[in-house]
Nanobody, 125 residues
Framework: VQLQASGGGLVQAGGSLRLSCVAS????????MAWFRQAPGKEREFVAT????????SYADSVKGRFTISRDNAKNTVYLQMNSLKPEDTAVYYC???????????????????WGQGTQVTVSS
């Protein structure tokens, strides 16, 4: 599967951005989609994940209540709505995909085999 992320930019603290990730190349009913982020000098960290078939979601504690992951099956697109942004949200954001069934949520970057190119999000104070 190929992934194309977009929607990053520069925003002031307290502002909002919506990231998009378009997937192509396969049928997606058994795919888990996720967003990760990586700040300079830090490891890539989990942000949010969603199942393609039934939209079950899971979030990192640091973004709960501020970020929302969703998907549009008709457009093969996953979104990350980011509200109440903080300077510490500044990072390159990546979308990722893996085939998965069942109820387990994968939150490690090493569990995902397909990655988009990343989109920069910068939050100024």
């Amino acid at each position: 599967v190929q992934l194309q992320a977009s929607g990053g930019g520069l925003v002031q603290a307290g502002g909002s951005l919506r990231l998009s990730c378009v997937a192509s190349g396969r049928t997606f009913s058994t795919y888990r989609m996720a967003w990760f982020r990586q700040a300079p000098g830090k490891e890539r960290e989990f942000v949010a994940t969603i199942t393609w078939a039934d939209s079950r979601t899971s979030y990192a504690d640091s973004v709960k209540g501020r970020f929302t992951i969703s998907r549009d099956n008709a457009k093969n697109t996953v979104y990350l709505q980011m509200n109440s942004l903080k300077p510490e949200d500044t990072a390159v954001y990546y979308c990722a995909a893996r085939i998965a069934t069942g109820v387990y949520f994968y939150t490690k970057a090493s569990s995902f085999g397909s990655w988009g190119q990343g989109t920069q999000v910068t939050v100024s104070s």
